[in-house]
């Protein structure tokens, strides 16, 4: 049996029962094809196959390596490219998995946002597309206003417009959920009035409206005459979480973790082998159970015990809680997926399960399996 | 030929002519084995290759993968790893090296600064060792008046110590040079002291005094009885440097780029598909030269330019500054080596070298050659 305390370090590691959990209280609100899972956040096909299996099917994707490994994997009967590109090799590789399943098996939707990305899909073998708005967050999308045109030009062009999307990322992280629900609400009255606009110019086949992600997810009121419109939602994150999110009052748990070793012990700190390397830190500092994070090298952790708690030893593993996992995972090559991840963040060999020596000592938690990050890179 | 703007994008890029200026400046300073350059920046034995064929044969790791790497790419002479482990199997493979070629090809030292990592080198094949002092920051390191009870005991057990090492990281940016080099000096005083006690119980191959970066590679004054016996230097950034030591008075120039593309552009601003996931975000946002970056999302820039400079065009290129190298590099599988990087952040095909078409612009810039990122990981 592989524990925990068995891997080298560092390494991402996963609660399953979080996982589940997390899974399973999305599934309720969000229930099969009115979620589209975003792969962007896990890049794992592994990961995604266990959202397929509880219904959500079709999925949304940040770059044409995440849409063509997830066509490849067997999982591509309805993969969103919910980003512009204008690079054509990647639009042709991703038409090419068009044809190389039967039309049942795969099918890919791009998002375009002004003439040149939709004439670039048409001429490269896309055939469905979906019309991004700019729905208030200054990135992508185009103007409102000018929605029904783009669908007009991109039917012209022979593609099948199959609705709209608008991410109102800039809302995700409003901690006041009414002022969010206020605000959500505001957006996706833009976003549905730009459906309605395009569906006149498009065929029957236009029947999307999508938006969304783990901080809005249940803000699509049924009640509603708009939100209950919106008929996809974006979240990905939702399934493995991160203190980022976490700090916003949402039902779900933080599940991944990266697992380090204590190298070094001084006299007030300690430090282990997870660093920059292995952390996405534009959300800022990991923290650790019980624990305060002095700083983060290229490929170590400095940091020292709260409340008069002793110092770890050498040896040692602890575990870290990344700020945002998205670029984290896209740091690593596995998920190891655990049972039984301890509760604290610092577990030694004395206070923890009953060590043995440096550098194996054992720590809750059996690895139960192993999921490739294999959609990395572009 | 391939140019700047043929390559898949987001694409690392190196200038070659920078990349060449700042090794040339740093080896007029630090000749030969006066530098030992430190691998984890770019972590590639292309790159290596270049720093042995000007002289600098001996290197520094953070790593056992990249002391591993890079005694497998004919690069082991002398590889230090500036670091501390107690992962057995990786201490094991680090040894097992030194048994696969002659022991004139590959020698390993591992800093220890305990003695449960001096005992677990010992007992897993490594012979080599130096003794990694703290000579002030909160990091690893042994403190200073326990170094030669360390060192007697490593020689107990075997090990052969070659002498101290003692990184004054807290001081690489320093922004006044004259108070750095008090600084300095005077870290480098309880180094060199360190050195001393240890070299009385350690045999005659103790000579090494290794500390230093980028930030302080000129500091050690030849001149100075103490700051003179610093006979190694482990600065890595330099050849490729980043924003956040660009700040600094230094000779070296910012060698390395993002290259990104515009995907979408509004009203007031333009997004590149350049993001979270292939930039180090621990220093800050990036920059972008004539541009305000205004965030960064997992995949993508919003920008929009200075001045009342036109947007760029969807298709358009951008040069993105990262503004920390060494997480940047490890995010991505290749830096691509230019010629002629254009001068401006933002190149468009109107205003640059005479663009062709959306997607295919010409980008002052030829690639010549490709460096695999390969010491990923750990």
């Known amino acids: 049996m592989t524990r925990i305390s068995?891997?080298?370090?560092?390494?991402?590691?996963?609660?399953?029962?979080?996982?589940?959990?997390?899974?399973?209280?999305?599934?309720?609100?969000?229930?099969?094809?009115?979620?589209?899972?975003?792969?962007?956040?896990?890049?794992?096909?592994?990961?995604?196959?266990?959202?397929?299996?509880?219904?959500?099917?079709?999925f949304t994707c940040a770059t044409p390596r995440e849409v063509i490994g997830?066509?490849?994997?067997?999982?591509?009967?309805?993969?969103?490219?919910?980003?512009?590109t204008v690079d054509v090799s990647r639009l042709r590789a991703m038409a090419a998995m068009l044809n190389t399943r039967s039309s049942e098996l795969v099918r890919i939707t791009v998002a375009i946002d002004s003439e040149i990305t939709a004439s670039l899909a048409a001429e490269n073998g896309i055939k469905d597309v979906l019309i991004d708005v700019n729905v208030g967050m200054p990135r992508c999308g185009i103007a409102p206003e000018r929605a029904a045109a783009l669908a007009s030009y991109a039917v012209s062009l022979g593609l099948n417009v199959r609705g709209v999307m608008g991410y109102e990322g800039h809302l995700m992280a409003v901690a006041d959920r009414d002022e969010q629900r206020v605000k959500v609400r505001s957006a996706m009255g833009v976003l549905v009035q730009c459906f309605d606009d395009v569906r006149l110019v498009s065929g029957n086949d236009c029947t999307i409206i999508s938006a969304g992600g783990t901080g809005t997810f249940d803000l699509?009121?049924?009640?509603?005459?708009?939100?209950?419109?919106?008929?996809?939602?974006?979240?990905?994150?939702?399934?493995?979480?991160?203190?980022?999110?976490?700090?916003?009052?949402?039902?779900?748990?933080?599940?991944?973790?990266?697992?380090?070793?204590?190298?070094?012990?001084?006299?007030?700190?300690?430090?282990?082998?997870?660093?920059?390397?292995?952390?996405?830190?534009?959300?800022?500092?990991?923290?650790?159970?019980?624990?305060?994070?002095?700083?983060?090298?290229?490929?170590?952790?400095?940091?020292s015990m709260k409340d008069g708690q002793p110092l770890p030893n050498v040896g040692d593993r602890v575990l870290v809680q990344p700020a945002h996992i998205d670029p984290t995972i896209a740091l690593h090559e596995t998920m190891h997926i655990a049972d039984q991840i301890p509760?604290?963040?610092?577990?030694?060999?004395?206070?923890?399960?009953?060590?043995?020596?440096?550098?194996?000592?054992?720590?809750?938690?059996?690895?139960?399996?192993?999921?490739?990050?294999?959609?990395r890179h572009w």
């Open 343 to 375: 509760a604290i963040g610092v577990q030694s060999g004395e206070n923890g399960n009953g060590g043995k020596e440096v550098g194996g000592k054992v720590v809750g938690g059996k690895v139960i399996d192993a999921w490739p990050v294999n959609l």
């Open 6 to 58: 068995d891997l080298p370090t560092p390494a991402l590691i996963v609660d399953r029962q979080k996982f589940d959990g997390n899974v399973a209280k999305m599934a309720a609100v969000r229930p099969g094809l009115s979620l589209r899972p975003h792969i962007k956040a896990h890049k794992s096909t592994t990961l995604a196959a266990q959202l397929a299996a509880v219904g959500h099917t079709a």
């Open 70 to 84: 997830m066509a490849q994997a067997g999982l591509g009967t309805d993969l969103l490219l919910a980003n512009e």
């Open 220 to 303: 699509y009121d049924p009640s509603d005459p708009v939100l209950a419109r919106v008929n996809e939602v974006q979240a990905g994150s939702y399934a493995l979480m991160d203190s980022h999110y976490g700090n916003l009052d949402l039902p779900f748990e933080q599940a991944l973790y990266v697992v380090g070793t204590v190298i070094s012990v001084s006299d007030s700190w300690a430090v282990i082998d997870v660093g920059l390397k292995s952390l996405g830190m534009d959300h800022g500092n990991p923290t650790i159970a019980g624990a305060s994070v002095w700083f983060c090298s290229d490929e170590h952790i400095t940091f």
